[in-house]
């Protein structure tokens, strides 16, 4: 087995790595991390309009019981709407960062992007003080 030395990690890492310690430097790694996670009031504002209408809601729901990726198919048959309409709210709820769309040949499977979810849930326990 053969340790990862300085040099093999590649410059946007550098940023990250402690020298003295000989391994990442985790408080620079956190602050990132928490600064990815947190959500302005622009995208709260459009996650909550995605979510403002009845059938986005039925399809997050849907979307979340099901243990894998669900396509469009699925969803068609699972709630009384057409195809169109159900693209339609997809598209929604994608663009505003609650779905992630994973192209699998000629289909695309639909999750629930759990970081938005819990950054959304977050600051809305942030409202709430």
């Given at each position: 087995m053969t340790s990862i030395k300085k040099?093999?990690?590649?410059?946007r890492y550098e940023a990250f790595y402690d020298?003295?310690?000989?391994k990442p430097n985790i408080k620079?790694?956190?602050?990132?991390?928490?600064s990815v996670?947190?959500?302005d009031n622009k995208q709260f504002e459009r996650i909550s309009k995605a979510l403002g209408d009845p059938h986005r809601i039925?399809?997050?729901?849907?979307?979340?019981k099901s243990r894998d990726c669900t396509q469009c198919a699925n969803i068609v048959e699972m709630i009384d709407l057409?195809?169109?309409?159900?693209?339609h709210h997809i598209k929604q709820l994608t663009d505003a960062g609650l779905l992630i769309a994973e192209k699998e040949g000629r289909n695309i499977k639909y999750a629930i992007d759990k970081g938005v979810v819990d950054a959304y849930t977050k600051f809305l326990q942030g409202i709430k003080g």
């Open positions: 040099a093999s990690y590649p410059d020298p003295l310690q000989q620079i790694l956190i602050n990132i991390f928490a996670n947190t959500m039925k399809i997050m729901q849907y979307v979340g057409t195809q169109s309409a159900i693209s």
